[in-house]
């Protein structure tokens, strides 16, 4: 049941407004509502995380349940990009450790059960329609809800909002705040259970003609397989089925022999765009965007779950600076945003500029084109 006033609003639930209801009410004393509009066991995209997210979920109080989770180490990247043979780069180095590969529902529970642990509300299938702020600058906002099949909906009110919708942002939507583009793509993606035969513990990664593919072996014996290109070519991805994806993975010279020696069954199939872009305004007074929502990143970077979890603690340091009055953290986050989108940029172009095997194919001139503003 929906009270008619919270102190907080975070619309989203994925990582980022998860990590942020955590931080928060392990700060202050606020109640706090996290509105999502997906069922508590809908799939999840997105299970690589670098070795630094131990860091993250330590000042979360969920490190020891991340440990004792079974989710599986990563040795490292195996990858055919910019040159015909293979690539490793190993995590061997790295004093933090391995990098991760998660069980990604049991991970989003770990995160959901500390929320509640916290004292934070959770409202599943329900939709944001739209908000109205009262009262000035600094007044509440009163926002549209609607849950499962509801037809009529509910209005609350928010004395401070937080927009983790994902990369559509769609509360800062409703004050006419549109995220800046810097490029678009698709990523479709395979899930499946391995019944038989071993793969390597090595993420892969391999660049094709028409974008380029990433595969993982997964804990409980599952495995993702993605190919990330531009949108001409998801018709032929979802051919028949999505035989044409199958078939498109087969036919790649490293990753598609390791794949084809997996007998792979229960295969689920998802499509969805890839923007990387900023919000130009990100904050404001009583209300501020995290992860997808405020700066949403080319998953070559692996660091979406990162991105959220680091964000979400950020939001935590402003909620409570803002309750508190604290004028000296209200105004940093922006800039801290901005810094961390501008080395994404770097990173991002130089990984692009490696690849020139393509460079008359479509989807490998248009990355290199776009990457030459940010060099």
Known sequence: MLKSKYDVVILGGGPAGLAAAIAIRSSINASVLVVERQAPDQTRIGESCPPEIVLLLKKLGVAKEFYRAGHQTCPGYASVWGRADVGYNDFIVNPMGPSWRLNRPIFDKMLVDRVEECGAQISWSTRFLDSQQCGGDDGPYSLLLTQGSNTIPDKIQASFVIDATGFKASFARTKNIVKSVDDKLFATVRFSKVSSGRGSKQIQLEAIEQGWCYHALLPAQKVVSMIVSEKESIPTLRKNGYQGFDEALAATTFIGPKVNKLNLEESN??????????????????????????????????QGIYKGLSHGLLAGIKV??????????????????????EIYLRNKTHVYGLERRWIRSDFWRKRLAENKKYV
């Not at 499509?271 to 949403?296: F, K, Q, Y």
């Not at 409570?320 to 989108?341: L, P, T, V």
């Open 269 to 302: 199939y998802y499509t969805c765009p890839i923007h990387s872009g900023i919000l130009p305004t990100r904050e404001g007074s009583n209300w501020m965007a995290i992860g997808d929502a405020v700066s949403s990143f080319d998953p070559v970077a692996a």
């Open 320 to 341: 409570g600076a803002w309750f508190e009055n604290d004028k000296s953290e209200i105004s940093s986050f922006s800039a801290q945003i901005k810094q961390q989108y």
